[in-house]
């Protein structure tokens, strides 16, 4: 990572080290300035300023570092370099490469070494799309970059001015090459540089109106976020936030993908790794990692690059977006970046708020989340970053201070339920409480696109759930055998939407993505059933018969079957003969 | 080297020195008492006026006429070949009555973050043969899966015998044992102490034995030096090593106990607010590096205070581990061993472990399976303790009896009973056997043909 933007430079000394948070004299500094400490010149931040003491975050480990060793002043802030070669990587918080880290450093990750987060030497093939002469501004598309199966647009950044394009080259240049020269002498490369702390500019935000179609039946089907929104997935620990983040990195209809791993496992990272390259995307059949760009500062990683990596993560989001994608971003998970807020505020001996946050752990996270949205891009396209974060509460209680700020802010909640994991019912989401605030927005599209009958679909699917809920009680006092007749059938039929529908098995080779059509006929296929069942006890056939119904049982199967339709039709027709001798019986 | 007598205050395991040459964080310190001899300690905080020093040991005996010795480099550990076999204390000296150990190399105890670009995937299936681990909670090489297990309960017994029959079928490597006890009680210790001897597992072991009657801070760095020897034995040796840490409960009580003296702002319940990163620095020095030929796998065993879950000890330890191995107390006073809850326990890295080529193809759906008819045959024991059983339904009652076949059967098995995968996954397929067929929705149709014993002995008696 390279820093931008010039500041006076200046040279001090170390005073004090305490962990990561170390404290030097001598210099002079402006909040957030990179700054290089000691002998090894380890990479910090300037995070505080009291008196001639200048505190600095260091994204590096510091054993051995000593009172009185010198720290520059880089003035530059902490930027990301962006531009072609950042898809398919895998960077450390502080858009290190991990890839070059190993090269250079070996198996474990050492200190002191910095690594561009663009390869440098690297040649790209760049074709222009604007001539001699053109205007451009901020924002303008210049020329363009097959990077992967995705092309990489090459931007005017937003804070050139712009002008008439006086040169413009086609061919194949490294990023620091110079491919574009502006009538008042500016020169672009296809590399910008941008400060992590700062959102990129926009025209202006959107409505979000369209659905990131996840694959994933109880996101899409009851709680979907819109893409350019915002979700939460809360849960202890094992209950399924990482499997979820990556089931939507594997399957989300998003055209690039940035995946944090925020302060988590180091081998879900090499999952990711071994995973991705051999998934295919389903919409354009090419291996998912050509989409993505990871970000991994595991737990063991040092705490103060964790706390730049959400950041970093936003930033490569945000540029993506620029060049008119629809990007999503994973967090897992939020919570780790608050600790390391935390961790880092109790150092500065800040006075602590909530439960030892720092007291502006609030405005951290929402400023976090609003730089998600759908938007008309600078350049005038339209583009997106959906934003999912994971959050992962002490002890499973959502009311502590991560779970609960988060929740004032983000407009899908995807509350995850350890009683469910428990018993494997996966994904553990639990559909009582958790809610999305797009469905009015959305409503249109699935009218559109899936079919002017799933909004009710939808809405009868979640009264029967409602409905069991409040059954279950009386049950869990009087044993099931005790209701009314209608209501048994009701017991049934929201088991049927439980087990059919909402259980998903992100292991089975076809149940892991499962699209908006197929997840149509098969609520189509429960709700068959129960028009069918309660017709069929309004003739007077017994709920015994009704609920033995043999063919409903091959309805579970659906979800394993990759052609399912000629099952599915059988099925349904089976249902329909086996009621109608039911009901001639009777 | 440069010997201060500066020392201007103690408190608890902490020692401020003044008027230092400038000292390096996290450096080694020795502490020479007044009859010569040396406690050791480690640069907390260092400026140009003050060093904080955390004592491992009792601060016993210093004065403020100790002298302070900095010895210019961070803590490290010899570590050799010649281990294998050794006893030693929680601070890493023979305790056994034998040599010195001889240094091949000297490593730095912390340990490196292994570079997640340079992982292993995890993917060895480990044979426990014990059958609620194999079945349902899969373990594989490489992997972290904790024991949460309660005062007075045989989470010991578990951790032995998995650490007696553990295998990679197919493969004659053994594993190489390194247990690392703080404060665990001398019975304890001796416990395991005698198993290994028995066994043999003792050639192949290295054992830090830091007692409950040992110094409490000595814990913070018994973990660290065990994992320092277990990467030296698998990354340098290319051996599969086997990791115990017991108990992690004493561990974070060490480094509450620190966290108080430095008076730190204290986080839930009084632990540590890094606790979780401190934690992370252990567990995840677990895993495969690509292009090394060994393996480091972690069987972390606490205590869980009052059996809570939620509390921050077990609970920051499931946000880091790969799953975990939950003991209930329940199940022990039914007399069932190994009484492990399957319900709450979890291993995430199972399903990189087993199926087609690693277990058999329909492992996981069994598991799956399994899984979901116990959790509905123990629900209802709370309503049967309500309405009794004349108020179940048909369905229900088969439910319930599952249940309790499913621990009598599959949970239940003998401390030296060591099951095949094979002979745990039919076992599975003989218990769901007694569910009607349409009730196992878990489970797809070509499996069922291929495993349930109703279509196996059909299909046996038609060819
Ligand atoms: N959709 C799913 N399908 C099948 N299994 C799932 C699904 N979701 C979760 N699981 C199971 O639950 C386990 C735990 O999930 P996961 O690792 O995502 O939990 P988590 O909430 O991220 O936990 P932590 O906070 O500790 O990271 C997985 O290893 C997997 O076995
Ligand atoms: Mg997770």
Known sequence: MKAQDTKTTKTGV???????????????????????????????????????????????????????????????????????????????????????????????????????????????????????????????????????????????????????????????????????????????TMMQKWPVRVPRPVLEKMNPTVPLITGQRILDGLFPIAKGGTAAIPGPFGSGKTVTQQQLAKWSDAEIVVYIGCGERGNEMTEVLTEFPELEDPKTGKPLMERTVLIANTSNMPVAAREASVYTGITIAEYFRDMGYDVSLMADSTSRWAEAMREISSRLEEMPGEEGYPAYLAARLSEFYERAGRVRTLGGKMGSVSVIGAVSPPGGDFSEPVTQNTLRIVKVFWALDAKLSQRRHFPAINWLNSYSLYLDSLQEWYDREVSPEWNSLRSWAMEILQKEAELQEIVQLVGSDALPEAEQITIEVARMIREIFLQQNAYDAVDTFCDMKKQYDMMKAIRQYSDLAYAAQNAGVTPQQILSVRSKNELPQIKFIKDYVPALAKIQADMEAEFNALRSAA | MKEYRTITQIAGPLVFVEKTEPVGYGELVNIVLYDGSIKRGQVLDTSDELVVVQVFETTAGIGRDSGIRFTGETIKMPVGRDMLGRILSGGGKPIDGGPEIVPEKRLDITGAAINPYARGSPNDFIQTGISTIDGTNTLVRGQKLPIFSGAGLPHNQIALQIARQAKVPGSKEAFAVVFAAMGITKEEANYFMQDFERTGALERAVVFLNLADDPAVERIITPRLALTTAEYLAFDLGMHVLVILTDMTNYCEALRQIGAAREEVPGRRGYPGYMYTDLAGIYERAGIVKGKKGSITQFPILTMPGDDITHPIPDLTGYITEGQIVVSRELHRKGIYPPINVLPSLSRLMNLGIGKGHTREDHKKVSDQLYAAYAEGNDLRGLVAIVGKDALSERDRMFLEFADLFENRFVRQGYTEDRTIEETLDLGWNLLSTLPVEQLVRIDRDLINKYHPKFRQTAKAEG
């Open chain 1, 14 to 188: 170390l005073k004090r080290i305490a962990g990561p948070v170390v404290t030097a004299v001598g210099i002079e500094a402006h909040m957030y300035d990179v700054v290089k400490v000691g002998k090894e010149e380890l990479m910090g931040e300037v995070i505080k300023i009291q008196g001639e003491n200048i505190i600095i975050q260091v994204y590096e480990d510091t054993s051995g570092i000593r009172p009185g060793e010198p720290v520059i002043n880089t003035g530059l802030s902490l930027a990301v370099e962006l531009g072609p070669g950042l898809l398919t990587s895998i960077y450390d918080g502080i858009q290190r490469p991990l890839s070059v880290l190993v090269d250079k450093m070996g198996d474990f990750i050492q200190r002191g070494v910095s690594a561009p987060g663009l390869d440098h030497s690297k040649k790209w093939e760049f074709g222009p799309l604007v001539k001699e002469g053109q205007e451009v501004g901020p924002g303008t598309v210049i020329g363009e970059v097959q990077e992967t199966n995705i092309v990489h647009r090459i931007l005017v950044p937003p804070n050139v001015r712009g002008g008439t394009v006086k040169s413009i080259r086609s061919g194949s240049f490294t990023v620091d090459e110079v491919i574009c020269t502006l009538d008042d002498g500016t020169s672009l």
